[in-house]
Each structure stands twice: as C-alpha cells, then as structure tokens.
C-alpha cells in the first residue's frame, strides 16, 4: 500500500512539472512578443557559467506598448503582469560577447499575466543569436 501512495504522488509531482513546462512551452509559441528595455549587468558566474543577470529600464507590471512593441510604464496598460520578470539569461560558456550587447529582453505575453523570457535583442530590436 505504502508503495502505491508512493509511486502516486511521484506520479502526480511528475504529472505537475510537465504541465507547467508545457504551459511555458505554449506562452513561447503562441505569446504575444514585446520588449523591455535593460540595464544589464556582468555576465559571469564562476558557480553558475556565462549568464546576464537582467535589470529592466522600467520597473512597473502595468506596461502599454509603445510602436515598436515596447513596454513602459503606464496607468493605461496593454500588458497587465501577475509575476516579476525574468532576472538572469543564462547562455553557452564563450557566447558573453555577443550578449554584452543587448539592449532589449524580448518576451512573450499569454493575456492572462505571465510573461516569458524568449532572447535578448540588440539597439535595433534583433534578436541576438549566436
């Protein structure tokens, strides 16, 4: 008996680390895609390896969208978050060149609150690819 209780609650821990991947998985392709303006910081980590701990310009979950699809502050808002944004990018060890450069954090908005980190772009709003 204790056996069966075990292997379901392995189960249903297993059941729920899935659907919250796959929930992720669907704001990434199907979320609506905006832009936050960053404040970067070193990108090194000696336990960690090569990431960008991200700081945003704009420190708000009540964003409108300006032209270009990128986020301010404001009372009026056209993204509403629940959560904070992401706060570290984590890349390939020896790519930190070509992150160093970021201006923007492009992320993924489902209309229910959640935003997902997707890539860091550049002054022109280009994702950064290796």
């Given at each position: 008996?204790?056996?069966?209780?075990?292997?379901?609650?392995?189960?249903?821990?297993?059941?729920?680390l899935v659907y919250a991947v796959w929930q992720k998985e669907m704001?990434?392709?199907?979320?609506?895609?905006?832009?936050?303006?960053?404040?970067?910081?070193?990108?090194?980590?000696?336990?960690?390896?090569?990431?960008?701990?991200?700081?945003?310009?704009?420190?708000?979950?009540?964003?409108?969208?300006?032209?270009?699809?990128?986020?301010?502050?404001?009372?009026?808002?056209?993204?509403?978050?629940?959560?904070?944004?992401?706060?570290?990018?984590?890349?390939?060890?020896?790519?930190?060149?070509?992150?160093?450069?970021?201006?923007?954090?492009?992320?993924?908005?489902?209309?229910?609150?959640?935003?997902?980190?997707?890539g860091l772009a550049d002054e022109n709003l280009r994702e950064l690819k290796p």
């Amino acid at each position: 008996m204790r056996a069966k209780l075990f292997l379901l609650f392995i189960f249903l821990i297993c059941a729920a680390l899935v659907y919250a991947v796959w929930q992720k998985e669907m704001i990434l392709k199907d979320g609506k895609t905006f832009f936050m303006d960053l404040r970067p910081v070193d990108p090194r980590s000696i336990m960690q390896g090569d990431y960008m701990q991200l700081r945003y310009a704009e420190d708000s979950k009540c964003l409108k969208l300006d032209g270009q699809n990128v986020g301010r502050a404001d009372k009026n808002c056209d993204i509403k978050l629940k959560n904070n944004l992401p706060s570290s990018f984590f890349f390939q060890e020896g790519y930190a060149n070509i992150y160093s450069r970021a201006k923007y954090a492009i992320l993924k908005y489902d209309g229910k609150g959640t935003a997902v980190l997707y890539g860091l772009a550049d002054e022109n709003l280009r994702e950064l690819k290796p």
